[in-house]
């Protein structure tokens, strides 16, 4: 089954300053993949998702960005963080077809902190 | 917009009762639900799906009902246990070739009380 590497687990950044979260899948290839956040008390926001290499899709406008440099790694960044931005940022991989395959995959999360 | 529904945003059910917790949607292209339990600082963890062709799924302490007519599917625990305390997810997904895109409701805190 798939596995989904996520880190750093715990982050405390300052305002403005940039930002790297990176997740790694195993176990399969050409996944769809999320970058999913949670604030405080609320759903999961999906914010970006993307079908393979180079393609990203943006789900709502703000003041992060992500890439997937390689079929098995999403990165998530920003070049200058605020406080908005503190939440619980969790990566997600869903195999890109397949009717039996429905079960969604999630790393155990980043708890980001900006202050 | 919100395409998944879980209106009630938490439910408080005794040890050993049913846990019954519902999500609704809007979308009729949704052609797989699942259900996801999730404790704090953890990701989610997968509990149940349902295809849109079927109407229920079961699996040991949990079932899943869907009403395609009533857009509606629960997830039913019986009996509940107090390590069942968490919240609940509730995601739909729509396929459009090789896109595949998750949509969840807020989620539902559940506590089972001992």
């Known amino acids: 089954s798939q596995t989904i590497h996520q880190w750093p687990a715990t982050l405390v950044q300052p305002v403005g300053s940039p930002l790297s979260l990176e997740c790694t899948v195993e176990g399969t290839s050409n996944p769809n993949l999320y970058w999913y956040r949670q604030a405080a008390g609320r759903g999961l926001q999906l914010l970006f998702y993307?079908?393979?290499?180079?393609?990203i899709s943006s789900e709502v406008p703000q003041n992060l960005s992500a890439s997937r440099p390689q079929d098995r790694q999403f990165i998530l960044s920003s070049k200058k963080l605020l406080l908005s931005d503190s939440g619980f940022y969790l990566c997600?991989?869903?195999?890109?077809?397949?009717?039996?395959?429905?079960?969604?995959?999630f790393g155990q999360g980043t708890r980001l902190t900006v202050v | 917009d919100q395409q998944v529904k879980q209106n009630s945003p938490s439910l408080s059910v005794q040890e050993g009762r049913i846990s019954i917790l519902n999500c609704d949607y809007t979308?009729?292209?949704?052609?797989?639900f699942l259900w996801y339990k999730k404790y704090p600082a953890e990701g989610p963890t997968f509990l149940i799906s349902?295809?849109?062709i079927k109407d229920k799924n079961e699996d040991g302490r949990f079932t899943v009902f869907l009403n395609k007519s009533a857009k509606h599917l629960s997830l039913h625990i019986v009996p509940s246990q107090p390590g069942d305390s968490a919240v609940y997810f509730c995601?739909?997904?729509?396929?459009?070739?090789?896109?595949?895109?998750?949509?969840w409701g807020l989620g539902t805190s559940l506590a089972v009380n001992p």
């Open positions: 979308n009729s292209m949704f052609d797989y």
């Open positions: 997600a991989s869903l195999l890109r077809s397949g009717a039996e395959n429905t079960e969604a995959f």
């Open positions: 993307s079908i393979g290499i180079g393609q």
């Open positions: 349902i295809s849109s």
């Open positions: 995601a739909a997904i729509v396929n459009a070739g090789n896109n595949r895109k998750l949509i």
